[in-house]
């Protein structure tokens, strides 16, 4: 494995971050070279690919809709396996990123995160599931278009069923904006007036709408939530197994 660092700095690849590094509340900590989120992953080279595979990288987790896939594939490499996991049945268009935003996140990106974790338990507990099995064979990298909202979501489950600080959950998730900056500051300028004052607040990644959602998994007991959906507590003590040192 290339030297854990806590972010892959890639020309071509959108804010690729290692999960490692938090400790959990029973002292334990996240391993580095287990778990990667990242962003859109479709203008890799093969040379950044090649550095995820030497990283550890066996398994790729694509939470994109069928409709932003069909607009760029994950070239992925002999040795690495690649996995369909949305999140949501809503078919997000690539082509129209700023209109598809505004009705998975009507209302406020809070409400939105909410909604897809209410009503996308079955399609949750799947990643879930698809990801542990992939520790089994080595890092798992899972990734959607900007690496914070879908990517997020399944990070913060994660998280938290490893028993990481609601602290240390929002302030991961925080920092996404920071890597996203500039590409969002593009996007919106190319924005009228109007559109850009309502999609400038769902580029962002405050920490009110993590902390809404951490108290959420408190409501529903995440663990608890997730076995209704046929996840069960082997499969979670597995993830443990891998991903906790």
């Not at 809709?65 to 594939?73: C, K, N, P, Q, W």
């Not at 490499?77 to 996991?85: A, I, R």
């Not at 990481?164 to 919106?188: C, P, Q």
Request: proline share 2%; glycine share 8%; charged share 30%.
């Amino acid at each position: 494995m290339d030297r854990p660092v806590r972010r892959l700095r890639m020309e071509h690849g959108l804010n690729i971050r290692d999960m490692g590094g938090f400790e959990t509340n029973d002292g334990r900590v996240t391993a580095f070279g287990k778990l990667l989120r990242a962003g859109a992953l479709q203008k890799l080279t093969p040379q950044e690919w090649g550095r995820l595979k030497e990283y550890g990288v066996r398994t790729v987790l694509d939470l994109r809709s069928l409709a932003e896939i069909e607009t760029g594939r994950d070239a992925v490499p002999e040795g690495v396996e690649w996995y369909h996991c949305p999140l949501q049945t809503e078919q997000i268009d690539a082509k129209d990123i700023t209109g598809s935003a505004e009705r998975a996140f009507a209302g406020s990106l809070t409400e939105g995160y909410l909604n897809i974790v209410k009503t996308n338990g079955a399609l949750l507990a799947s990643a879930v599931r698809q990801l542990i099995a992939g520790l089994e064979k080595g890092a798992v990298l899972f990734h959607c278009t900007a690496g914070k909202d879908r990517t997020g979501i399944l990070a913060s489950c994660i998280f938290t069923l490893c028993g990481i600080s609601h602290e240390d959950i929002v302030a991961d998730y925080e920092v996404t904006y920071t890597y996203n900056k500039k590409g969002m500051n593009r996007l919106l300028r190319m924005l009228d007036e109007e559109t850009r004052g309502r999609m400038e607040p769902l580029m962002r990644s405050d920490a009110e709408s993590m902390e809404r959602l951490l108290a959420f998994y408190q409501e529903i007991r995440l663990s608890k939530y997730l076995e209704a959906y046929g996840l069960t507590e082997e499969e979670m003590e597995t993830l443990k197994h891998y991903f906790l040192v």
